[in-house]
């Protein structure tokens, strides 16, 4: 492949939320392969329709791939290879395959990034247990305001916040990208799967680097998972979860009618494992978002099923240690969000009775950000972001 990205390119994000697809996972993600990852509406658009399940999500995605390379559109390409891949199920031979074939285009598309005496993004590989995690490091060409650590969620890929690292660099911030055990690369390639002691990598990166007065950003589940490692190390002075994400059954739980809620939880503590494995299948058959939310859930949390899955998922509640959380933090949600209703978001900021500061920021449809991760507005999103941190860093000063 000859074709590289020019280096020299102004970071523009795209902005916009699109009707895509009538189921709200389906939709969201197709708006997300949009917004983050490379893709082009007209040719999204063109395909959405025919997406009902997983299969026919992986037959499209990877078509609208074959297309784009046939017609020398790399940087498409590789936004539609790495998001056919999303809805594979595990033990699908395809899903490492296009995993690894869009994140090498990936890396030999924006080689410039990485080469030459003083390159732009270093890459580092810190060895964490068994494994190493893999980290980009950015450093402003100015003066630095700030070090940043930056992470995904539950089903993130570090590559599609590229962008992101390279705009908090342009705004004066030295940032270290990471993905952690169940994320990207460390779970497809290198088998290690999520820990709800999200302390344990995060203290491994900031060991490494000998980092200190650090802001942490978690997206998507990363609204747990920072405010969690923050919660037990104090070399984390600014905190932003990136979704509103005080307990993870709770999210999951939703929107379900409270009496169903009450029932499960019950089920549950009486260890009922084969009443709710035969509920979790009749709901999977049903729906295909929760077939594949059940299946990539025990895949990446290493359950065996629908009842050890649901058991792992009640450890990533921020209730028992949220009081240990010190530092000023930033709570983003989002008023359309398909996932997670940002009203819980309540019950989060009742639980941080010893935090520094709480800012709660909602973005709406107004601002085409009503969206999970606010995706359609990521401009907006960090610039928020980096304000916060100005006004924390000036109250730290006047201190």
């Not at 699109?18 to 392969?33: A, E, G, I």
């Not at 063109?46 to 609208?64: C, M, T, V």
């Not at 090498?104 to 590989?125: C, H, I, L, N, R």
């Not at 494995?277 to 729906?287: G, L, P, Y």
């Amino acid at each position: 492949m000859e074709q590289r990205y020019d280096i020299n390119t102004k970071i523009k994000f795209k902005t916009g939320v699109y009707q895509l697809n009538d189921n709200s996972n389906f939709d969201f993600q197709l708006n997300r392969v949009i917004n983050w990852d490379g893709g082009r509406y007209e040719d999204v658009a063109k395909i959405s329709h025919r997406i009902h399940n997983s299969k026919d999500w992986k037959r499209e995605l990877i078509a609208l791939g074959d297309k784009a390379m046939s017609e020398h559109r790399i940087e498409n390409a590789i936004g539609y290879y790495r998001m056919s891949e999303f809805f594979m199920y595990d033990g699908d031979s395809d899903k490492k395959k296009y995993y690894k074939y869009a994140t090498d285009m990936f890396y030999e598309y924006f080689a410039d990034f990485f080469t030459g005496d003083t390159p732009v993004v270093t890459k580092y590989s810190v060895p964490y247990e068994n494994i190493c995690l893999p980290v980009m490091r950015v450093k402003p060409n100015t003066e630095s305001k700030g070090i940043i650590l930056l992470h995904g969620g539950n089903d993130s890929y570090f590559e599609e916040f590229f962008f992101p690292m390279l705009y908090l660099r342009e705004n004066g911030y030295e940032v270290y990208m990471f993905e952690g055990p169940g994320q990207g690369g460390v779970v497809r390639l290198q088998n290690k799967h999520f820990t709800h002691e999200w302390e344990k990598p995060v203290k491994t990166i900031l060991n490494y680097f000998n980092l200190d007065d650090v802001t942490v950003i978690g997206a998507s589940l990363g609204g747990y998972l920072a405010p969690r490692a923050a919660a037990f190390d104090t070399r984390i002075k600014r905190v932003v979860a990136w979704s509103v994400f005080p307990c993870f059954m709770d999210i999951i739980m939703g929107d379900m009618p409270t009496a169903v809620q009450k029932l499960l939880n019950v089920l549950i503590k009486l260890k009922c494992r084969a009443v709710i494995n035969a509920i979790f299948k009749i709901a999977s058959k049903k729906e295909p978002s929760i077939d594949w939310g059940l299946k990539h859930g025990c895949y990446a949390y290493e359950a065996k099923d629908a009842y050890e899955y649901a058991k792992k998922l009640m450890l990533y509640d921020l209730t028992p240690i949220a009081y240990k959380i010190t530092q000023d933090i930033l709570i983003l949600g989002a008023n359309q969000d398909h996932f997670i209703n940002y009203k819980m978001v309540g019950k989060e900021i009742n639980m941080m009775k010893n935090v520094r500061s709480l800012t709660f920021r909602l973005f709406t449809d107004k601002e085409q950000a009503q969206n999970h991760c606010n995706c359609g507005n990521t401009k907006l999103v960090f610039d928020t972001i980096c304000n916060w941190i100005e006004m924390c860093n000036i109250t730290y000063r006047r201190d």
